[in-house]
Every structure is written in C-alpha cells, then in structure tokens.
C-alpha cells in the first residue's frame, strides 16, 4: 500500500535498455514508489521503456547516439561501452538542473543505477550525491566473474577446451563450461572489472532470495565491505504492472485453460537468445514427437538471420501438432507460468525467467545461451535440482527425451515437488516477517538515512 501524505524525496533510477535489466529496476521503482518516494527512470533512448505503462514515473531519455551502431546480438560489448559513455554527460546535466529547483520532491534522495549503467557512480561522486547499485543477476553470476583475475593468474585464462567439463576450483558447482562469459580477451576481462566494481556505491540491492544464495551473500559481503540487501523476488513485492518491450500475446492464457493439470511444456528463450534454424528444425521435431502439449514463443529474430518466423518450421509439423502445439511470438511469462497447465519450462535460464519458474514451482530444461545464464542452469540441475540439462540441442531425440523426463517420468515428478517446495519457501519470504519482506523495509531505512 502507497504511504499517505507529501510524497518523500526523489530516488533516480538508472536502467540500460535490455529486457532482462529493464523489469527488474521497474519493479523496484514500483515498489519504492508505493512507499512515498518520488520515481525517476533515467534510460538510454534506444530500446526505451513505455513510458504510458508508468504514469506514475517520471522518465529522462538520455541520448545513446547509438545511430552508427550495430545492436545486434553480437555486438552486445560495444553497444554497453557506447552507453556508458555517451549517456554520463546528459545524466549530469538533468540532476544539475533537478538539485537547482527548491521543491523538496524534486531533491534528489539517491541513485539506483543497473551494473550495466557503472558510469552512474561517477555522475553521482561528482554531485555528491549517495548511489546504490542493483545487481539483476543471481549473485553467484557475480562470484564467478570475481574469479577471472585469480583464474588468470593461475594459468586457467585463456580457457582450454580440455578443461571443459572440469570443475572450477573454488566455484563449486561450475565447471569451466559455466563460466558465465569468454574471458580470454583483454575487452572481456575489463568489461567484467566494470560490472563487478561497485567503486563508491554505498550499497548494493540483489533481485534474489537468502536462502537461495545465502553462502555466496555471505562471501560477496566479506569483499565488499558495504550493506547487501537481497530483497527478492521483486515480481513477487511489486504491485502488478506490464514491463514488456514486446507485444504479449494474451490468447494464450484462453488456449492454456482447455489443457490438461501440469500438461504442458512452455518454451521460451528470452528477449535476446538466439538460435540457428537448424536448432530451431530439432526443436520442432523434438516437440512434435514428445506427445506433449506445449507452448512456444518463437520471437522474431530468435532465429539467426530471419526477423521473420511463419515461414521458419519444418514442412508437416503444424500438421502433426495440430492444437496440440500453440506457437505465439511473446507471452505473458508470468501469467503462463502461474498456470496449473504448465507443469514445465524449456527456457534459456535468465534469472528473471528462473526466479518466476521457481516461484510458481515449475521445474525446468534448461538450455542456457551466455552470461549468467549457465550459472543458472548449472545451480537449477546441481544444487536446486529443479531442473534438467538437455546436452545436444542438435538433436530431437535428446529434445524428446528431455522432456519426457521432465514432464511425464518419476524424476519430472520429484523435481516438481521440489520445486513447489521451494515456491512455498520463496512465499514466506516476502510475506510480513519474511526475510526479503524484512531486507526491504531495511532498504527503505537505508535510502532514508543516506538522503539525511
């Protein structure tokens, strides 16, 4: 509930313009806002939020001049570099001219800046104002990247094929496969340095649940010497709001309601995951052939080299499938997942997507691309053990397998409950006395005392 009387100071928000970072800061800005602060959403112009799904925000577009730029996929590095900088100066410019009005909403009370958006702490140490970075992650994403020097320094970096499917030493699940990115360029290496150097920031705020990670918040408090406040899942605190870039295609929920009790696999690989359409062949037949019903997001541009996706699937399946298979170009994730329909989730392991299947207890395949999410999955199989790891992706064989073991076998049966378990446990935690319910409200304080 939204606190009465004069809303307090103003909290800036500071998000790059990717999905996976998009909703999480959202959501914390719709969470800060229900407790009287005043919300300002600072982004990149390219890939901007809809401002008329937030009327409640103010929003600050900062030039990216991103205009000469590939935003492909594969250009990813160079685009994050561009951001950083070519959006510090307009920042600096509007919270000049913020810090300059008299009203006491528009002071600014302190920063909130993404991992990806580090040039914000160097605006926010020049104005001396208090910045507070959020970590849209898992936290044990952010060990493994706190290991590169140590592994470089131990010979492991460049990585050897060889190495492979050897554990990490001291990263106990990894192996050297889950290592969340390639470091074996110096540009790699830096890019990593940013994301993990929280510099002045006088806090750092996790979208993720204590007993979830609690040994690597622990390990993660010892090295930065700051306050950590996990307060997640922030989709389970926040009042309910639509962060989507995409276009959800809602008939899918009506199509779920005809489907029988933990019947169907969704098949989803995020807003950036991309796939050959060799893969995309294998998926088809392995989906056809497993029985089940399920239903697929096959965005544009999943497929490498094609904006496009009715004319991407194999000749006959649409035949075979029939209304067996649903195929839509976006969902709305966490309605689908909080389907007694769904009983499983094919998905690429981002952690926006795994904290909602976890939450909803749905147990998952998990078919990671980059980045964090082969930690993820390598968490979600070895130490959650709610999910399964399909090898092959080339293959509709291994694909059928996959899912027949998920979906229909004992140990499918075993993850579920384990994963419903787990949805429970999340529950408490947000609920009054919770541990995330308790961390936010010590977040609040927190915000409260730095703007003192």
């Known amino acids: 509930m939204e ?23 959202l959501q914390l800005g719709a969470i800060l806002h229900s407790k009287g602060f005043t919300i300002t959403v600072a982004h990149a112009e390219f890939n901007a939020p809809d401002s008329s799904k937030h009327p409640e925000f103010f929003f600050l577009p900062l030039p990216a001049n991103l205009s000469d730029y590939d935003n492909s996929f594969w250009n990813l590095l160079e685009v994050i570099t561009a951001i950083n900088v070519h959006c510090k100066a307009p920042l600096q410019r509007y919270l000049v001219q913020m810090m300059e009005k008299p009203e006491p909403q528009d002071q600014v009370c302190c920063i909130i800046y993404d991992t990806i958006m580090y040039f914000t702490d160097a605006v926010a140490n020049h104005l001396k104002l208090p910045s507070i970075v959020l970590c849209t992650t898992c936290a044990s994403n952010i060990l493994a990247w706190h290991a590169n020097p140590r592994l470089q320094a131990e010979g492991y970096i460049p990585l050897q094929e060889s190495l492979s499917n050897e554990l990490v030493p001291e990263l106990h699940p990894l192996r050297f496969k889950d290592l969340p990115l390639d470091a074996s360029s110096e540009v790699v290496m830096q890019f990593t340095a940013d994301l993990c150097n929280i510099r002045s920031s006088a806090a750092v705020v996790w979208n993720t649940i204590e007993f979830l990670e609690h040994s690597v918040l622990s390990q993660l408090q010892q090295q930065y010497q700051i306050p950590i406040f996990s307060i997640g899942p922030l989709h389970k605190i926040t009042p309910a ?47 056809a052939n497993s029985d089940q019903p399920f239903l697929w997001v096959v965005r544009p541009g999943l497929v490498k080299g094609s904006d496009q996706w009715v004319e991407l699937f194999p000749k006959g399946f649409k035949e075979i499938v029939g209304k067996r298979g649903q195929i839509v170009t976006w969902a709305p994730q966490k309605e689908v997942l909080a389907h007694d329909a769904v009983g499983g989730f094919w998905s690429h392991c981002g952690w926006n997507s795994t904290l909602e299947s976890i939450c909803e207890g749905v147990p998952m395949i998990c078919r990671p691309s980059f980045a964090d999410q082969k930690v993820n999955a390598r968490y979600l199989t070895h130490i959650w053990r709610v999910g399964l790891e399909i090898e092959d992706v080339m293959d509709s064989g291994g ?47 927190f915000i409260l005392s730095q703007s003192s």
């Not at 276009?247 to 489907?259: F, G, S, V």
């Not at 419903?420 to 408490?428: A, E, H, R």
């Open 3 to 25: 606190k009465q009387g004069a809303r307090r100071r103003r909290v800036v928000l500071v998000l790059p313009p990717f999905q996976g970072h998009i909703t999480p800061m």
């Open 241 to 287: 709001s639509t962060t989507s870039l995409l276009k959800e295609d809602t008939n899918c929920l009506a199509w779920l309601d005809k489907q029988v009790l933990n019947s169907v696999i969704y098949v989803s690989m995020g807003s950036l995951a991309i796939m050959d359409y060799k893969e995309l062949v294998e998926t088809a037949w392995g989906l």
């Open 399 to 445: 694909i059928e397998r996959a899912i027949r073991r998920l979906m229909v076998e004992k140990e499918g049966e075993e993850m579920r409950q384990r994963a419903i378990d787990m949805g429970q446990q999340i529950k408490s935690c947000v609920q009054k006395g919770g541990s995330s319910y308790n961390t936010l409200n010590d977040l609040e304080e």
